[in-house]
């Protein structure tokens, strides 16, 4: 999945695409009133059923998003899996999400 959008600034306000139009502010104002982004996920799994009462599966994620010509990635990992108890069809299961590096465009903290 890969999206591409263009933002605009006016007057200090961005008039972004979707849910944020006209509500974020331009603390920037060095650089240019427009911007470029995208954002791409590729997502592989895989699970198997290891015993009658016992199912295994992992995840892979990769991760690349992008702001002008500042980007970043990230690989990260998910694994889970699901016991059948054998009490009236109950199951109980666990999941580890996100295992992998935080994404960083700039050494720097928000505002």
């Not at 999945?1 to 695409?17: F, K, L, N, V």
């Not at 009658?52 to 970043?72: C, F, H, P, Y």
Request: a positive charge.
């Amino acid at each position: 999945m890969q999206r591409t959008d263009r933002a605009r600034c006016s007057e200090g306000r961005i008039q972004s695409p979707g849910f944020l139009q006209g509500i974020a502010k331009q603390y920037d104002t060095n650089t240019s009133a427009t911007y470029d982004y995208s954002d791409f996920a590729f997502l592989l799994g895989y699970a198997n059923q290891v015993t009658d009462k016992l199912s295994l599966g992992a995840g892979l994620k990769v991760i690349r998003e992008s702001i002008d010509k500042v980007g970043a990635s990230s690989v990260a990992f998910d694994f889970g899996g699901i016991y059948r108890i054998g009490f009236h069809g109950a199951s109980v299961g666990a999941r580890i999400s996100n295992i992998g590096k935080d994404m960083k465009f700039i050494a720097a903290g928000a505002p």
